[in-house]
């Protein structure tokens, strides 16, 4: 089993509507993070989280919001969706006792 | 800030040659340096990392990269190319603040 699951893996949507991405992980890790790919640009940082009560911006914040439901879940919102916004994106977790992030399969959104 | 840079956004070598992929960094201090790969349609996974200690890595699929804090440089080498080592790489860094900052990936080609 997958230690840290994305849903959807794929969405396409219309602009203006509002996205839900799910994270969860079973790895037991306190920090979540969430990011874009795209095309020659690697990947940036929307936001992370180092615990429940703890979520901070990325480079790339704007027209994005994050909940942090529980340890193990990170979600990822699009209040009102915008083609520029097509992209891949990952979710990626890292813990105490380990120092690189483990991530998820990504979510590929495409909005119309 | 954390910076990196990595030359060559697609590097095509053959079957059997050698792979260089070339990963600079800035860092006002001493950084925890990874290499992830990302296959067609999936996640990253860690292929090495630095933390402390010896500055030559080894790690998964044959591949070991060198730290030289001299030159700012973290390279990715192979001996030998096979055909499975097609995908796209990145090289990333860790600050203290447990935020990671990533390259803009070099895509690789391996040519039969």
């Known amino acids: 089993d997958a230690d840290v699951t994305q849903t959807p893996r794929n969405r396409i949507t219309k602009t203006g509507k509002r996205i839900m991405l799910e994270c969860s992980q079973t790895?037991?890790?306190?920090?979540m993070y969430w990011y874009r790919q795209d095309p020659g640009l690697g990947l940036r940082l929307i936001y992370y989280?180092?615990?429940?009560?703890?979520?901070n911006k990325g480079e790339i914040s704007d027209g994005y919001s994050v909940s942090r439901q529980a340890q193990a879940k990170f979600s990822l919102s699009l209040e009102s969706a915008i083609p520029n916004q097509t992209a891949l994106y990952f979710c990626?977790?890292?813990?105490?006792?380990?120092?690189?992030?483990?991530f998820g399969p990504g979510t590929r959104l495409t909005v119309l | 800030a954390q910076s990196v840079t990595q030359l060559g956004s697609h590097v095509s070598v053959s079957e059997g040659a050698l792979v260089l992929l070339r990963c600079n960094y800035s860092?006002?201090?001493?950084?925890?340096l990874f290499w992830y790969v990302q296959y067609p349609n999936q996640g990253l996974q860690l292929l090495l990392k630095?933390?402390?200690?010896?500055?030559l890595v080894k790690g998964i699929n044959g591949f070991e990269a060198e730290f030289k804090k001299s030159e700012t440089s973290f390279h990715l080498t192979k001996p030998s190319a096979h055909m499975s080592d097609a995908a796209e790489y990145f090289c990333?860094?860790?600050?203290?603040?447990?935020?990671?900052?990533f390259g803009t990936g070099t895509s690789l080609t391996v040519i039969p």
């Open positions: 790895k037991g890790h306190d920090r």
């Open positions: 990333a860094v860790r600050n203290t603040g447990n935020q990671f900052y």
């Open positions: 630095y933390t402390t200690g010896a500055t």
């Open positions: 989280s180092f615990d429940v009560k703890d979520i």
């Open positions: 990626a977790t890292s813990g105490v006792a380990y120092n690189e992030q483990f």
């Open positions: 860092s006002s201090v001493p950084p925890y």
